[in-house]
């Protein structure tokens, strides 16, 4: 939960672990730290970032947004100033910089979007654009809580849960011209995409949840069908989801925490054809058998 | 020679089937264990050769198989081929 005299768009109710953000004007001068990953920019989808490891303290430079520097043992952010909306540097904050601070408190960040079903949370995990989102939106349209649309923050305790994230969707335009988000209010736009800020009556807290099941996206050309998957091929697909920093003590913390979840979670293969007709079809399916 | 995990491997047990996984952190590649290949795994500390393993696998198994020390050579001699063990003389 954000400490801040900034205005947050998409933030739950409730509290939870402390973090603390605030502005920065103007980058660091000689800031120092050694680069650990760099992002090459793609259009209209992702722009061209790179990550610096300073010392347990990181600085993340995202091409005409600045340098968010980050702390994971406060936790604390620097967002920078002046480039930017303000709901664009949020949804920034909760990309690169929030995953950095579920690493320092030992939680497992994941790419998936993840709805709440009956109490418990399922995860729809696949890479980017392979129609996450589209199916959390389909979800949402459903009436379903979506939990988050593109990372989610999982605890390999036990059992295993997922914090609820930013409260936000961001789906491509004909999707949004062809699903109803009941009490969704469009507050960005401009790329590929239109973002919207979830219905606030609706979007509850952010007290973890148990994870009932974790469903892999694949194409199929027609059917709709779920499949379990055996754990050792389930670490496999879970395995390159999972944000993980370039050490060798991070790629043991992600062994050790995917293979905990693969372990206690159901995993389902999901074959579906990637039609926006057939998204409801598609809810349902894994709603009655996932 | 006496064999010994490499520290560049992780392992842990799975719940169902005494199975297990190998993580070789460097190359980033899964290794999947049967019960009895997780047992092996138990019993390279360092200080057991080959032989010993063979040896204390046999007295654990019922009935053991007559290929038994050549299928566990062949499992020792294909984790030091993926280098997730690591020989000392």
Redesign the interface.
Known sequence: MPVSELRFEYLRDGGGDRLEVIERDGEVEDPGGTLINEWTPIPEKRSWARLYDDGGRYRLWIDGSGSFYIDPRTPSVELPTGLESTVKREERLWGIPALLCFLGRADHPLHAAAVEVDGEAILLAAPGYSGKTTLAAGFAAAGYRVLSEDVSCLRPSSPPTMVPGPAMLRIRRDVADRLELPGASEVAGGDDRVHYSLDRASRGDCRPLPIRAFVLLRLADSGISLERVP??NA??EL?PLSFRLPT?ED??RC??GV??LA??VPVWNLHRPFRLDLLGDVVQKIVADA | MTLRKNPKATYRTLAAGGSGVLLHLESGEYHGLNEIGCRIWELIDGERTADDIIEAIRAEVDDPPATLADDVTGFIDAMRERDLILAST
Do not use: E, K, N, S
Request: hydrophobic letters at 55%.
């Open positions: 754990v050792t670490l496999r395995w060798l790629r043991a062994f050790q293979t905990a372990d206690a």
